[in-house]
């Protein structure tokens, strides 16, 4: 009996890794790891709206996660998507949740109410420390955004599958391979870290993070040693 439930318990260790590592493919590219909520720290396990990385500095690499329907915001360094980690969880309280717009300044992020009352600004000049500051309170400042067709409104990225509030399930496929890998479920935003390769997905299910392997051992061997933490300012 002990052989047989120690038998059924190496099934379910290879079942879940063979689920979450997907091999390298006859292309030559590297594998991919599934890295789930569950196996990152507690905050990515919450329901998130949408997200924006954000470099702290040339060898620090921030994502922010935007949660509760606007009322707070996750900080993760994923400066090394090997070892990501939460830096600070922020309550912001926007009177609704919203969406990632436009860069606008250094450590300014313009962003848009998904209820449609309109726009403010993410303040990231303290990156372990965001804050909401409304377009009249930077009444001093010029931005120079672009304009939508027709001249009115202003135009930004689209970080939704569909619209506010829209969802929409992700597959991860292999040319190699007719069925899919892996679906995630409810996915509101993707966002890709070009340097790396490191895919990041929301949604109802918190934050999953897929990370190319290969990639990641190219850049090291020709980037800087990565820092897991900055001393914010």
Do not use: C
């Not at 990632?100 to 962003?111: A, K, P, S, W, Y």
């Not at 420390?129 to 377009?135: G, V």
Request: proline residues 6%; glycine residues 8%; neutral net charge.
């Amino acid at each position: 009996m002990l052989l047989l439930r120690m038998f059924i318990r190496l099934l379910i260790a290879l079942f879940v890794i063979s689920a979450t590592v997907i091999p390298a493919t006859a292309e030559g590219k590297g594998d991919l790891v599934v890295v789930p909520s569950s196996k990152l720290p507690e905050k990515a396990h919450r329901a998130g709206q949408a997200m924006k990385l954000h470099l702290v500095s040339p060898d620090t690499l921030y994502l922010y996660v935007e949660q509760d329907n606007g009322r707070s915001i996750a900080v993760f360094d994923v400066s090394h998507p090997g070892k990501i980690a939460l830096k600070a969880f922020v309550t912001v309280d926007a009177p609704a949740s919203f969406d990632f717009v436009e860069t606008v300044g250094r450590h300014t992020e313009l962003i848009r109410y998904a209820d449609g009352s309109g726009n403010a600004l993410l303040d990231l000049s303290k990156p372990r420390a965001p804050r909401i500051k409304t377009m009249a309170a930077t009444n001093n400042e010029a931005y120079i955004l672009p304009m939508r067709e027709g001249g009115l409104g202003i135009s930004g990225v689209v970080t939704r599958p569909y619209g506010p509030g829209a969802s929409a399930d992700y597959q991860v496929i292999l040319p190699s391979r007719p069925q899919q890998v892996l679906t995630i479920r409810a996915v509101i935003q993707q966002l890709r870290d070009e340097a790396n390769g490191t895919t990041y997905l929301v949604g109802s299910d918190g934050l999953t993070v897929i990370r190319d392997l290969k990639r990641e051992e190219e850049l090291e061997g020709t980037a800087p040693v990565w820092r897991n933490t900055i001393d914010d300012k």
